[in-house]
């Protein structure tokens, strides 16, 4: 009962990390976030490895740590220091930041809905992430979908991978460690590329407004 | 000896008389003192009425074979019809008394007077009916004397487009409703409510006669989207006749949407959950769209008509909480939703009625309803202005007035769903609960700016400047639902025995300050008694006026001028506007209003773009239901009859035409068969 | 909990303290305030020098403004220390619990901020109106905020009724999910109902940023002092609310006067420490454009409804 609890609140804390990255327009306001929403998630991970005693669950923690929590941030940091606060800042998205909040919110209740026959039927560490899991795959599509700087797209794209991350662990109680580990030089070479890219995109269009790239379209 | 048949023929008589005498007298001098009296004697037979009824044992039934002598006029009342004979005589006594005063802006009352007391009897007659003919004929008269009174003041030409209005409209909602009692009818083969009672919840058609009984009385009582005649219906009408409309005849609506839900109907199983979410729903977009309009309206009127609407989103939402706790078979909880609901009901008849004749007080006395042209009435016509106040405070639920009863026993019908065993249906109505808790927010917003714009500060134009207090007559009115207001939101019990003797319900108090309890589980859920409030309110003032007196002691009032700033006297035109005081929320709910912004300059040299010698701002806002629903079905259906019209093309030949095709359609149809 | 003559004593201590602490409560802040900004600050009693000098002084009352303007600050105290009547301190109930529950003091504040907005409007100058309209805003949008905090709460908590609400928090062992996002919730409201940063700076007269004070910018003597007083009694009873609705620890659970005397220092203390904590976060953040306000209710919005759906989704 006490360990169901504590799951239980290690859920409720992701879900207000998340919200914090949601609710941030500033860059550095919502990498921030992001980092603490890493500790998070590593400090969730580290309860399932204690849980179920699996060893291979700590170094996925430690990793997630090391590299969400600490080389993500540094490495945008880095490549985008170039560019002008007005590119790095989410001035006008689609849906204003306190639509999107309540949404997000709704889609927590959608994943919690959908997930609710699966969660009934398994153990208490996957019937608490499982919803959780879907709910950051949503809210991370959502964020996507209403930014229109390419930076805060990254965020969306952030995310939905500790989404996915979470929901790989807590249904199969780790991957085998070498996927794992390749799922995180993944993400890193994704998020250099993207982050490349993006100061490209700026170099090119004096914007990061994915707005522009439309005109790419061949008409 | 019947004293129910004596009660009832006097209260009809008596309005028939008040017709039949307005109809002679109409133009003497105090012709008006003459008909509103019998209005009122008659309001008082209807009360009388309806307390007989509820002192009685079981339902009474008479039947008038003379007046319909194919179909007769059977009339059954039991303690639900009694209920809303009550309420109508309650508010029709108060509307009357004002209006001796009220009909003196008239000259000539004959036919005034004449379709005021046909109005009423008419709503009685609704509610006393017994079969579907009757019922559709007196519902039919309403309408029509309500239509002949919203033109009334038929000069203007807004008034002849509004009134045409709540005639399409109010006939679209008729044929929904004629259409459930068809539907009844196909399974029963007969045209009277006791057959319906009968059929009960075997009927195989329940679903689809839900829903046109929904649209059908919704329409009647300004559900959104089918509200459009209402926000111009009610401005349109002579304030009194407002008063009875807004508080009585959009009750009558409820009347016939709950005859439908629970007495042609037995909710007990989950199928029937759906219609309360679907009525939360309505309700839930009614209540927020509805006062979102009346916070940023500046015709007193038309804000309180929008206030309506919202007022029947907030019942059906509790009809609909009541329907499902009921199709889960919790009892106890539906039955104290619908308390909170009936009570609600009582509640808005009275501090609207109170509200409409405010605002045609303040017409009466200034000939605008306008607030931008308003402002310090409070130093002329005190009275009306205190009254105008409670209705106020009784409208957006403070304690201690009666509005923030029914809104307390609602917000804890909505804590109750969590006794509901099915999830999603918790969650939806949980996310339902910020519709409602959001409309209260704003309606003290709507309120705060109505009064604090119309009454306080100073007068905004001359109109407001030079004034008099209103005859004592129209106060007398007014000071009769006001009383009431504050005895029902200090006394409680009063409101629940008359609703729970209505219903049928357990929840009758003895005592003035036994705690109202939403829920009996043992710890105490939650329980308000108000006689206590305001004793602790009492007991608390005194001992701060005291404290301060002592502390303080005897200081003096000085009267100096408004802070200026140092720069001058303040003008009656730096005050805040009706507009700019609403203009937050007019900004942060912009996607909703599309409010149109023009401004227009008139330069001083036409070289400078800087010097102006004026710039006139003008900003409007629009129904967006208006707009995008209901524009495009009349452009829609404009477009359709244009194409029909080819078809009529005044040749002969081709209306021959037209008749051989269709035999020919007809002959090979029969063949097929 | 029957209404016998102790538990009414003990029902007017409880208000008597909250009545008595609550300026005590802004002196603290106002010294928090002035200390993280490198301020000597004044005295934290200043608060009450200040009402007293003010009730001893004339009052000066607009020419255009009518008895509403004047009325105001008393309905507001009234209907303020009324609301704490019903609000435990240091012992887990109230007496006058059965008469009136949470939502209760939410209507008593709802009337006093009623004729405080009305005051606003009353005196005809563009400031006064300007408050009321931002105030009117904040103060609508926060009810759907807080009417489902207390959903929340009263899933968890087992109803509406102050005294069984605080009785199960004190009880409770596990830390309910809904729990930590009702506390979000209700902290960022009671940020918004106190008028503190970001919402509203209650330090400032400049009309950019003016909320509360604009609608109380014409007080003066007694007035001024009844509306000061009865800002700070109502936050004190949402402090008071949230530390016993959340933190319950310390408070006692007996009728003798020790414990009750311990139940009211750790009353203090808690409440102390909130009101430092709440001056920090107002040292450390800028107050936001009025347009931005609805984007922190509606994180106070979503953190509730999380809060519900953890409750009936577990």
């Keep these: 009962m006490a360990d169901n609890n504590v799951l239980q609140i290690s859920a409720a804390v992701l879900l207000i990390a998340t919200f914090a990255v949601v609710s941030r327009r500033g860059f550095m306001d919502w990498l921030n976030a992001y980092r603490y929403q890493s500790i998070v998630l590593a400090a969730i991970t580290a309860l399932i490895a204690s849980i179920t005693g699996i060893w291979e669950i700590y170094i996925a923690a430690g990793l997630t740590l090391l590299i969400k929590a600490i080389i993500i941030p540094k490495i945008l940091l880095r490549i985008t220091g170039k560019l002008t606060l007005e590119v790095r800042t989410e001035i006008s998205p689609y849906i204003s930041i306190r639509a999107s909040v309540l949404i997000s919110a709704m889609l927590v209740a959608l994943s919690y809905f959908l997930t609710q026959q699966i969660s009934i039927k398994t153990d208490s560490i996957v019937s608490t992430f499982l919803p959780v899991s879907v709910s950051l795959f949503l809210i991370g599509l959502f964020v996507m979908v209403v930014r229109k700087k390419a930076l805060s797209q990254v965020v969306g794209l952030l995310i939905l991978e500790n989404g996915l991350f979470l929901f790989a662990t807590a249904l199969t109680h780790g991957l085998s460690l070498v996927i794992e580990i390749g799922i995180f030089v993944d993400i890193l070479v994704g998020i250099i590329i993207s982050a490349i890219l993006m100061s490209r995109i700026n170099y090119t269009f004096d914007s990061l407004s994915v707005e522009n790239l439309e005109s790419l379209r061949d008409d | 000896m019947n004293y129910a048949l004596l009660l009832l023929q006097m209260t009809i008589t008596l309005f028939l008389g008040g017709s039949a005498v307005s109809l002679i007298l109409g133009g003497k001098k105090h012709a008006s003192l003459v008909i509103f009296s019998l209005s009122a004697a008659a309001s008082l037979c209807a009360i009388a009425f309806a307390?007989?009824?509820?002192?009685?044992?079981?339902?009474?039934?008479?039947?008038?074979?003379?007046?319909?002598?194919?179909?007769?006029?059977?009339?059954?009342?039991?303690?639900?019809?009694?209920?809303?004979?009550?309420?109508?005589?309650?508010?029709?006594?108060?509307?009357?008394?004002?209006?001796?005063?009220y009909a003196k802006k008239y000259g000539k009352i004959s036919s005034f007077g004449f379709l005021f007391n046909f109005f009423i009897v008419s709503m009685i007659l609704v509610t006393v009916s017994n079969n579907v003919f009757s019922f559709l004929i007196f519902w039919e008269l309403m309408s029509l004397t309500s239509f002949f009174l919203v033109i009334y003041e038929h000069e203007s030409q807004n008034n002849r487009k509004a009134a045409i209005n709540y005639l399409v409209m109010t006939h679209f909602g008729t044929a929904f409703i004629a259409t459930a009692f068809l539907l009844s009818f196909v399974q029963t083969g007969s045209f009277s409510f006791d057959s319906f009672r009968q059929l009960g919840s075997n009927s195989i058609f329940k679903d689809a006669i839900f829903v046109f009984a929904l649209i059908g009385f919704g329409t009647k009582a300004g559900m959104m989207p089918f509200h459009t005649w209402l926000p111009q219906a009610h401005p349109a009408a002579p304030s009194n006749v407002s008063a009875l409309m807004s508080a009585v005849m959009l009750k009558i609506a409820i009347y016939g949407m709950m005859r439908f839900l629970f007495d042609f109907n037995n909710i007990s199983s989950p199928d029937n959950a759906w219609w309360g979410l679907l009525m939360i729903a309505f309700g839930a977009v009614s209540s927020v769209f509805g006062i979102l309009y009346a916070v940023v309206e500046k015709d007193i009127k038309r804000g309180l008509a929008f206030s309506s609407i919202e007022n029947v989103g907030l019942i059906f939402m509790g009809l609909g909480l009541t329907v499902v706790f009921a199709s889960y078979d919790l009892r106890a909880l539906s039955a104290f939703a619908l308390m909170a609901t009936m009570y609600h009901v009582i509640n808005h008849a009275i501090f609207k009625s109170l509200l409409f004749m405010g605002a045609g007080s303040v017409q009466f006395a200034t000939h605008t309803k306008d607030m931008e042209k308003l402002g310090g009435l409070i130093k002329k016509m005190p009275w009306t202005a205190l009254l105008f106040l409670i209705g106020c405070l009784a409208i957006s639920g403070l304690p201690p007035f009666n509005g923030f009863v029914s809104e307390w026993m609602l917000l804890?019908?909505?804590?109750?769903?969590?006794?509901?065993?099915?999830?999603?249906?918790?969650?939806?109505?949980?996310?339902?609960?910020?519709?409602?808790?959001?409309?209260?927010?704003?309606?003290v917003a709507t309120f705060v700016r109505l009064f604090g714009i119309s009454f306080l500060s100073k007068p905004r134009s001359e109109l407001a400047a030079h004034i008099r207090e209103v005859p004592r007559s129209m106060l007398a009115g007014k000071s009769i639902v006001a009383a009431l207001a504050i005895i029902l939101g200090i006394m409680p019990f009063v409101g629940i025995n008359l609703v729970s003797i209505s219903f049928g319900l357990s929840?009758?108090?003895?005592?003035?300050?036994?705690?109202?309890?939403?829920?009996?589980?043992?710890?105490?859920?939650?329980?308000?008694?108000?006689?206590?409030?305001?004793?602790?309110?009492?007991?608390?003032?005194?001992?701060?006026?005291?404290?301060?007196?002592a502390i303080g002691g005897k200081t003096q009032k000085i009267t100096s001028s408004t802070w200026d700033c140092g720069f001058g006297s303040l003008s009656e035109r730096m005050q805040y506007t009706a507009s700019?005081?609403?203009?937050?929320?007019?900004?942060?709910?912009?996607?909703?209003?599309?409010?149109?912004?023009?401004?227009?300059?008139?330069?001083?040299?036409?070289?400078?773009?800087?010097?102006?010698?004026?710039?006139?701002?003008?900003?409007?806002?629009?129904?967006?239901?208006?707009?995008?629903?209901?524009?495009?079905?009349?452009?829609?259906?404009?477009?359709?009859?244009?194409?029909?019209?080819?078809?009529?093309?005044?040749?002969?030949?081709?209306?021959?035409?037209?008749?051989?095709?269709?035999?020919?359609?007809?002959?090979?149809?029969?063949?097929?068969? | 909990m029957t209404l016998d003559l102790i538990?009414?004593?003990?029902?007017?201590?409880?208000?008597?303290?909250?009545?008595?602490?609550?300026?005590?409560?802004?002196?603290?802040?106002?010294?928090?305030?002035?200390?993280?900004?490198?301020?000597?600050?004044?005295?934290?009693?200043?608060?009450?020098?200040?009402?007293?000098?003010?009730?001893?002084?004339?009052?000066?009352?607009?020419?255009?403004?009518?008895?509403?303007?004047?009325?105001?600050?008393?309905?507001?105290?009234?209907?303020?220390?009324a609301a704490a009547c019903f609000v435990p301190v240091m012992i887990f109930y109230s007496p006058f619990g059965l008469a009136g529950d949470l939502l209760v003091v939410i209507g008593l504040f709802g009337l006093g901020r009623f004729f405080t907005l009305l005051a606003g409007l009353d005196v005809a100058s563009s400031f006064g109106g300007l408050g009321s309209s931002r105030e009117m805003m904040v103060s609508a949008l926060i009810e759907p905020a807080l009417f489902i905090?207390?959903?929340?709460?009263?899933?968890?908590?087992?109803?509406?009724?102050?005294?069984?609400?605080?009785?199960?928090?004190?009880?409770?062992?596990?830390?309910?999910?809904?729990?930590?996002?009702?506390?979000?919730?209700?902290?960022?409201?009671?940020?918004?109902?106190?008028?503190?940063?970001?919402?509203?700076?209650?330090?400032?007269?400049?009309?950019?940023?003016?909320?509360?004070?604009?609608?109380?910018?014409?007080?003066?003597?007694?007035?001024l002092a009844l509306v000061e007083w009865s800002q700070s009694i109502k936050q004190i009873v949402l402090f008071g609310l949230f530390v016993n609705l959340f933190v319950p620890f310390g408070i006692s659970t007996a009728e003798s006067f020790a414990i009750l005397g311990i139940g009211l220092m750790f009353f203090v203390a808690k409440t102390a420490f909130l009101s430092i904590f709440i001056a920090f976060i107002e040292t450390k953040v800028a107050k936001w454009r009025l347009f931005r306000v609805p984007d922190l209710i509606s994180m106070a919005v979503a953190s509730s409804i999380i809060g519900v759906i953890f409750f009936y989704l577990k």
């Excluded at chain 2, 105490?524 to 005194?542: D, E, F, H, K, Q």
């Excluded at chain 3, 003990?10 to 208000?15: D, V």
């Excluded at chain 3, 490198?38 to 934290?44: F, L, T, V, Y």
């Design chain 2, 412 to 443: 804890q019908s909505f804590l109750l769903t969590s006794q509901v065993p099915d999830t999603l249906l918790q969650i939806s109505i949980a996310i339902a609960s910020l519709a409602f808790a959001l409309t209260i927010g704003i309606s």
């Design chain 3, 7 to 81: 538990s009414v004593a003990i029902g007017i201590i409880q208000t008597l303290v909250l009545v008595v602490l609550a300026p005590l409560l802004t002196g603290i802040m106002r010294k928090t305030k002035a200390r993280t900004q490198k301020r000597i600050g004044s005295s934290i009693l200043q608060p009450y020098y200040d009402m007293i000098k003010l009730m001893k002084k004339d009052e000066v009352v607009s020419e255009s403004s009518s008895w509403i303007f004047r009325a105001s600050p008393w309905i507001n105290f009234v209907s303020v220390v």
């Design chain 2, 51 to 101: 307390s007989n009824q509820f002192l009685s044992d079981g339902p009474t039934r008479f039947s008038f074979k003379e007046i319909f002598p194919l179909v007769g006029f059977d009339v059954l009342v039991d303690n639900t019809c009694a209920f809303f004979i009550f309420l109508i005589g309650v508010i029709s006594l108060a509307v009357s008394v004002y209006s001796i005063g």
């Design chain 3, 149 to 223: 905090t207390v959903f929340a709460l009263s899933l968890t908590l087992g109803g509406t009724n102050l005294s069984t609400m605080v009785e199960s928090a004190t009880h409770s062992t596990v830390l309910a999910p809904s729990i930590i996002f009702a506390a979000i919730s209700l902290f960022i409201i009671i940020l918004a109902e106190t008028g503190r940063l970001p919402f509203d700076n209650p330090a400032t007269h400049l009309e950019l940023t003016m909320m509360h004070e604009a609608t109380i910018l014409e007080y003066s003597g007694k007035g």
């Design chain 2, 507 to 549: 929840g009758v108090q003895a005592n003035p300050f036994a705690p109202l309890v939403s829920d009996t589980h043992d710890p105490i859920y939650a329980s308000i008694s108000m006689p206590t409030v305001l004793i602790l309110l009492g007991c608390v003032s005194v001992g701060a006026f005291g404290f301060v007196r």
């Design chain 2, 580 to 673: 700019s005081v609403s203009y937050p929320l007019r900004i942060i709910f912009r996607f909703l209003f599309r409010p149109t912004l023009q401004i227009q300059k008139e330069l001083e040299h036409s070289s400078s773009n800087y010097e102006k010698r004026s710039v006139a701002l003008t900003q409007s806002t629009e129904d967006i239901f208006e707009q995008k629903l209901y524009r495009s079905i009349i452009s829609a259906s404009i477009a359709f009859f244009g194409k029909i019209r080819l078809v009529q093309t005044g040749k002969v030949n081709a209306y021959v035409l037209y008749v051989m095709l269709i035999l020919v359609v007809l002959l090979i149809y029969v063949r097929l068969q």
